[in-house]
C-alpha cells in the first residue's frame, strides 16, 4: 500500500525533479513509524479498553511477542480475540504507516525533509494514537462503546475518521500553511510520469482488499462481504470520475480513472463491512462525482495548493463515506443493538446512527486540524516548514537526497 503502490501514485504526479523526494517520504516513513508503532504506539492506540488513551500494556511489545511461562514452562503467544496480538500488531501498524503518509501529498515538492519527519513523529503520537483509540478500542468515538459513546458513536470499519478524514483535513493544513508551489496556477505543473500514478494506483487498489476485507480480524462471512463493497466501490469511482470528465472536459483520462479508483476505495472504507454490494456502488459514484469536483474546482475556487489532492480524495471522500455509512449502515450485514436496524434507509429508518456519524466526522476534523495546525506552527516557528526558494526551483531530488531519479544519456 504505501510502497510501492502510494509510492508510485504519488511520484508520477509530482515533476520529475522531485519523484525521488516522495519516493522518499514513503520509504522512510515505512521505517520510521514501524518502529514508533513497536515502542510504543501500539500500545496508546490499543492498551488498556475504552478511556480517552491506551496504556502502557504493550510497550516495546510487552504482551505483544511469544513470551516465556514460567508456570507452564513453554513459550506462550499472547492472543487478541481469536487471532495472535502480534498478528493483529503488525495489521493495525500498516494503517498507522500509510496515513502520514497520505498527508506528504498535499505538501509535496516544498516541505523541508526533516519538519516532515519530526511532523510525522509527532502527528503519529499526538493525534493518530488517541483517534485511534477512540475508534477502534471502544473509545468515545466508537459504536460499540455504548454509554460511554459520544452522540451514540460511529461505524469505521477500516479507517474513515482514523486514516482518512484525519490525514485529509491535516493536509488541508499543511498546505495552507506552506502555501502554494511555486508558479502555482501561473505555470503548468504537470505530472511527469502517469504510468507510475496509474500503475500505483492498480496496487492501492489490489492492496485495499487487504485494509478493508482484512479489518474484519477473520475470515467468514462478513470478510468477503467487505471485500466484495470495497471492489465495486472503486469500480463505480474509476468509471464515474472519467464519465465527468467526458461529458465536460471532452476526454476521459487516466489521471481521472485512477483518482476515482482510490476516491470510491477511501469512500467504502469506513462501511465496508457495514453496506450491502447495491450501496456500494452508489458510494463509489458518488464519491467519484464529488471528489471530482473538490480536486477540479474547490481547490482552484478557493486558492489552495494541496498539491497531490491529498484533502480532495481522502478527506473529501472519508467525510462522504463516514456520513453514507449511517444510510446505508445494514443490520444483514452486522447486527447490531439486537436486531434494531441501524441505517437511515433501514427498514423503519433510524437516524441515531447516522447523528453519530456527523458527530464523529465533526470532532475527528477539529481534533486533527487544530492538532495539526498547532504542530506545524511549532516546527515553523523553530526550524522552518519550507525549503529555500533556490532548492524548490532545483527540485528536492538533488537538494534534499543529492540523487536524480532519471540520468540523461
Known sequence: MTAPGLAMFYGGLVRRKNVLSVMMQCIFLMGLMTIIWATYGYSLAFGGEGGWLGNSDYLFMNGVQR???????????PMEGDMT?????LFQGMFFIITPALICGAFAERM??????????????????????????SGPLSYFAGENAIMGGALDFAGGTVVHISSGVSALVAAILLGPRMGYLKE????????????????????WFGFNAGSELLSDGLTSSAFATTHFAAAAGAVTWALAEWLILGKPTVLGASSGAVAGLVCITPAAGFVNLM?????GAAAGL???FACSWLKHKLGYDDALDAFGVHGIGGTLGAVLTGVFASRVCWDVSEGVPIGLIESGG????????????LITIA????????LLKLLDITIGLRVPAEDEQRGLDITAHGEEGYMLA
Open 188 to 207: 503548468p505543473i504537470q505530472p511527469h510520469n502517469l504510468t507510475y500514478t496509474a500503475l500505483g494506483a492498480a496496487m492501492l487498489w489490489v492492496g
Open 85 to 89: 496480538r502480534m498478528t493483529h500488531m
Open 290 to 292: 464529488v471528489c471530482y
Open 350 to 361: 433510524n437516524p441515531s446512527l447516522l447523528i453519530g456519524q456527523i458527530a464523529a466526522v
Open 279 to 283: 450501496p456500494a456502488l452508489l458510494m
Open 367 to 374: 481534533f486533527a486540524g487544530i492538532g495539526s495546525l498547532v
Open 112 to 137: 523541508k525533509f526533516v519538519s516532515m519527519v519530526i511532523f510525522s513523529i509527532a502527528w503519529g503520537t499526538f493525534i493518530y494514537c488517541p483517534l485511534c483509540h477512540w475508534v477502534w478500542d
Open 67 to 77: 513470551e516465556w511461562s514460567t508456570t507452564l514452562n513453554e513459550p506462550v503467544t
